[in-house]
Structure formats: C-alpha cells, structure tokens
C-alpha cells in the first residue's frame, strides 16, 4: 500500500467531510495525478474524481459535481476530498489512487490506498 486514504466516518445527510490521501512508506505522490474512487457494498467501484500533479486541472463525476471538491496542497504533499451535501448514496469505500495520467479507469492508476469508510445516516 503506497498511498493513505484516512478522514472517513459517519456523517448526517447534507453534512460534510474531508477525506485526505498522502504518500506512506516513503511514497511521494508530488508528481502523480490523483484520483478518488469509490465502492459502496454490493456494487463496482467507481470513478468519482481526479486532479492533476499540477493541481491546475479537477474532474468530477456527475454524480459528486458541485458537492465534491478535489485540491492538494504541494507542500504537505496531500491531496484533499471535501465533501458537502452528503447524501446516503454516498456511503462508500473511499480509495485514493496515484498514476502517471489523468484518467478515470482505475487501469490508469498504478498506486492505491487502503480505503477509508464514509457513512451518511441520520
């Protein structure tokens, strides 16, 4: 596991989080684009959004657009997912995936996480 997904948990419906993923033992995600996955229980995952190394370029699922913001922050070395208006239909698995391209076939990303659990009930 080269990658760290953590900052899950259970949220209420519209309410927020932010899910952070940073390099771990000794990986350094600087010059990788980013993407965020996800896959609730009984279903494939899926593609939610991306951002360049630059952090110059994000895109977003249709699902997650306007709700969902993805950033990094180059210094920490730390890409972000705020997470507003949460529905219940986002209850997820989440992944942070590093790759060379931006893409959103989880076959463009050679580097994953462990997965960090978000739970929107009321």
């Known amino acids: 596991v080269q990658l760290q997904a953590y900052g899950g948990g259970l949220a209420q419906p519209e309410g927020s989080l932010r899910l952070s993923c940073a390099g771990a033992?000794?990986?350094?995600?600087?010059?990788?684009?980013i993407a965020w996955f996800r896959q609730a229980p009984g279903k494939e995952r899926e593609w939610i959004s991306c951002?360049?190394?630059?952090?110059?370029?994000?895109v977003y699922a249709d699902s997650v657009k306007g709700r969902f913001t993805i950033s990094r922050d180059k210094s920490k070395n730390t890409v972000f997912l705020q997470m507003n208006s949460l529905k219940p239909e986002d209850t997820a698995v989440y992944y942070c995936?590093?790759?060379?391209?931006?893409?959103?076939?989880?076959?463009?990303?050679?580097?994953w996480g462990q997965g960090t659990l978000v739970t929107v009930s009321s």
């Open positions: 995936a590093a790759g060379i391209q931006l893409g959103s076939s989880q076959n463009e990303y050679d580097y």
């Open positions: 033992s000794g990986f350094d995600i600087y010059n990788y684009a």
């Open positions: 951002i360049t190394s630059s952090g110059e370029t994000t």
